[in-house]
């Protein structure tokens, strides 16, 4: 899903850029970043209200790094309004339909659970896409049982289908609010929509926001 | 320019290696300034507020003083006083300077810091400085107590003196350099004193300092001047789809509690509160329910 950050800051600057934003067609005028003062008490409130729900602080892995964000950093999105950090519970749907999560304690073990379902579910939908197709990619598809998912998709053109299936398949992980700001588990990267992007990070370019343990996207 | 070195405008943290701590204060509820350690539970959640100071040049202050001599010597409080015109002719000279020291501030701003440059620390979240008090602190009483003040005047100025004899005044300051803070008014230096009940401990002004912090960075003057179009790292941001008229946003959900089966007193059971993300998908239906401006 491509995703674009926008100052989430009362200032006139964030006001003119919203303002800007607005001509854009795809995207809604941000009501949220528009001057309070006008409206009526009780849309005042509402709006308020809405800013406070959607607000994020985006904090860099270091909590002392305010410098610019390149695209290679990696970042917690920390909500304002209840200071609880975007973090993930390792759970996923296995194939007999019992939901698999995993805690701090037993992380371990439901992560190779999780693995393993997800291979046992790759390995069956590279069985059927590739049944009357070529057959010479065998070592790919060996490679792709043993790899871990994340890495599996990169392994070769029926592999990344196959990826894409399984995802269609509702194998996502649940994305939680937790008030740990340390955690590995909260960590995201931000990767840009064209590849030949660099630098630093815009606030107006089209991203995606990437787990970095999971290597699942945000949806 | 390098980064190496601290420039005025920068965004810098006061570190005490010796107790691996940061030096701040909530600057809201309390004023008091005192050093929280990284073992702190809490230090990941408050540091980036409360340990985080915009290095300021020397601002001037002669018409603040005029005006508080003038309150001081009529006995007037600051209300009374309105309606005189000396007064309000005071006040007027008191926006001056402080539109002046603004610009000041806008021409420096990318001045290397030197030794022996007398700053001001403002902390960014309360916009408050770093300044010491008349009141003596609150563990040792031969020492004043250093808080955070929206109206400290001159009492803000600190002299940024070397703490190794390997630097002298007029060298540049590189970032991480063993500084001692001298406050001007005084000559006392600034160190970290004993704990407090909150677990911190507290920074007080003596004569006797034995503390030497390290000034870091937190983020360059000219990240914050261009910040424009490019993030900066703890910055509130929104993410918005692209092609939905949607929202990420989180909310505390209090679900209502079951009757009672016993009248009991009042109590409230925090474990019910709990966030969850949510997604506004009522985003577009509310956004048409609101008047348009």
């Known amino acids: 899903m491509l995703l674009q950050l926008r100052l989430a800051t009362g200032t006139d600057r964030a006001r003119d850029l919203s303002r800007e934003l607005s001509r854009d067609l795809h995207s809604p005028p941000l009501a949220s970043l528009a001057p309070l003062a006008p409206l009526a008490p009780l849309a005042k409130l509402q709006t308020r209200r809405r800013v406070r729900l959607t607000r994020f602080l985006q904090v860099k892995a270091d909590l002392l790094d305010g410098s610019r964000c390149a695209w290679t950093d990696q970042v917690r999105l ?3 309004g209840t200071d609880c950090v975007l973090s993930v519970v390792l759970s996923a749907r296995s194939a007999s339909g019992a939901v698999l999560s995993a805690g701090s304690s037993r992380e371990t073990s439901r992560r190779s659970r999780l693995t393993w379902d997800l291979a046992r579910q790759i390995s069956r939908d590279l069985d059927r896409s590739e049944s009357g197709g070529s057959a010479g990619d065998d070592s790919a598809r060996e490679e ?50 064209y590849q030949a992007t660099k630098g630093h990070v815009g606030l107006l370019q089209l991203m995606r926001i990437r787990h970095v343990v999971t290597g699942y996207w945000l949806h | 320019m390098s980064d190496d070195f601290l420039h ?90 402080r539109a002046h020291n603004r610009q000041e501030f806008n021409q420096t701003c ?47 100025w600190v002299r940024i003196m070397p703490r190794l004899r390997v ?75 692209k092609r939905k008229p949607l929202r990420l946003g989180m909310q505390v959900l209090t679900p209502a509690p079951p009757p009672p089966l016993h009248p009991s007193p009042h109590r409230c059971d925090s474990s019910t509160r709990r966030p969850r993300v949510i997604s506004a998908s009522t985003e577009s239906a509310s956004r048409r329910a609101l008047p348009r401006t």
């Open chain 2, 8 to 97: 005025i405008g920068d965004f810098i943290t006061v570190y005490d290696d010796v107790s691996d701590g940061y030096v701040g204060a909530h600057g809201i509820s309390s004023n008091q300034v005192a050093m929280r350690e990284v073992s702190d539970p809490l230090h990941p959640k408050l540091v980036a507020k409360e340990a985080v100071f915009v290095l300021l040049q020397q601002h001037n202050y002669a018409s603040y003083r005029q005006m508080r001599s003038f309150l001081e010597r009529e006995g007037l409080s600051a209300h009374a006083a309105l309606s005189d015109p000396r007064y309000r002719q005071l006040c007027d000279a008191v926006d001056s300077e």
């Open chain 1, 144 to 193: 792709a049982r043993s790899a871990p998912p994340f890495l599996r998709r990169k392994t070769s053109r029926s592999a990344s289908r196959s990826t894409f299936l399984v995802e269609q398949d509702d194998e996502m992980v649940e994305v939680i609010p937790t008030s740990d700001l340390t955690s590995e588990l909260s960590l995201f990267e931000l990767v840009p929509q």
């Open chain 1, 78 to 80: 920390r909500h304002v």
């Open chain 2, 110 to 156: 990318g001045r290397e810091v030197r030794y022996g440059m007398i700053v001001q620390l403002q902390q960014e979240s309360s916009h408050k400085y770093l300044s010491v008090s008349r009141q003596p602190a609150e563990l040792n009483a031969d020492g004043r107590r250093v808080v955070l003040d929206a109206e400290a005047a001159e009492s803000a």
């Open chain 2, 167 to 241: 630097h002298s005044e007029g060298e540049k300051v590189h970032v991480g350099d063993p500084v001692t803070l001298e406050h001007v008014q005084t000559g006392l230096r600034l160190m970290v004193d004993q704990r407090l009940p909150d677990g911190r401990c507290e920074v007080i002004a003596t004569q006797q300092a034995l503390t030497g912090f390290k000034l870091n960075l937190f983020r360059l003057h000219d990240d914050d001047a261009s910040a424009h179009d490019t993030l900066l790292g703890s910055q509130p941001v929104r993410p918005v789809p």
